[in-house]
């Protein structure tokens, strides 16, 4: 059973440049989230996904970043314009719906660098 | 809104010696989740409590959830150089909505 899959693992863009993220789900699961990790630092929630619907965007950006959970295909998190800042791990994670139980698979993450 | 604070934010220990990591919230939680982080790796969920005064075990792993269900602590005994890493707790910020907000976390170095 593959588990939460994130590519690409390592990411180097210039600043000004657009970085998309990917992620796919464990298989069977419906719900998506992406967290932000800065250096020596916690993880930050940013945005929570089901197929095609945006459910809790309250810890992104309001601009340049945005995220999609598309019906076919994994969910993609966009930053446009990337500046220095924006140079963190991002981390992907899914659960299944099981009542009340929440635990998140993670994925590798993808380690953003921006110069 | 809903913050979880986690202490101590380091703890450098040699092997043999226990280690507790703490985590505290100003509001109730619902439940909370730990979560363990190699150098370099992703957090891999360890256990979750949900029942006021819980507590659970994970070989030397001890897993406590405060009366008032706003406090959690982990407790490791005798700890081992494959126990290095960043402890996070997290905690559901809406039951509904299933995001969840993590501590700053505790990294934990083992000295061999």
């Known amino acids: 059973n593959a588990g939460v899959m994130q590519n690409p693992r390592h990411l180097v863009r210039r600043r000004g440049q657009e970085a998309r993220l990917r992620c796919s789900p464990m298989?069977?699961?419906?719900?998506v989230y992406w967290y932000r990790q800065l250096p020596e630092e916690g993880l930050k929630f940013m945005v929570y996904l089901q197929k095609e619907n945006i459910i809790d965007e309250s810890g992104m950006p309001k601009e340049r970043f945005s995220a999609e959970f598309p019906k076919e295909g994994p969910s993609i998190l966009r930053i446009q314009q990337v500046v220095r800042g924006d140079s963190a791990a991002y981390f992907c994670?899914?659960?299944?719906?099981?009542?009340?139980?929440?635990?998140?698979?993670f994925g590798p993450g993808t380690r953003l660098t921006v110069l | 809104g809903q913050q979880v604070m986690q202490i101590p934010q380091y703890q450098h220990v040699q092997e043999g010696e226990d280690f507790t990591t703490y985590c505290n919230s100003s509001?109730?939680?619902?439940?909370i989740q730990w979560y363990k982080q190699r150098p370099g790796g992703h957090p891999v969920f360890l256990i979750q409590l949900v029942k006021s005064g819980e507590v659970k075990k994970q070989k030397r792993l001890t897993f406590q959830f405060g009366e008032a269900k706003k406090n959690s602590s982990l407790h490791i005994t005798a700890t081992q150089t494959t126990d290095v890493g960043t402890y996070f707790c997290a905690a559901v910020r809406d039951t509904g909505r299933r995001a969840l907000t993590f501590g700053s976390g505790t990294r934990l170095q083992v000295q061999p």
């Open positions: 509001t109730t939680l619902s439940n």
């Open positions: 298989k069977g699961h419906s719900h």
């Open positions: 994670a899914s659960s299944s719906i099981a009542g009340g139980f929440n635990e998140q698979f």
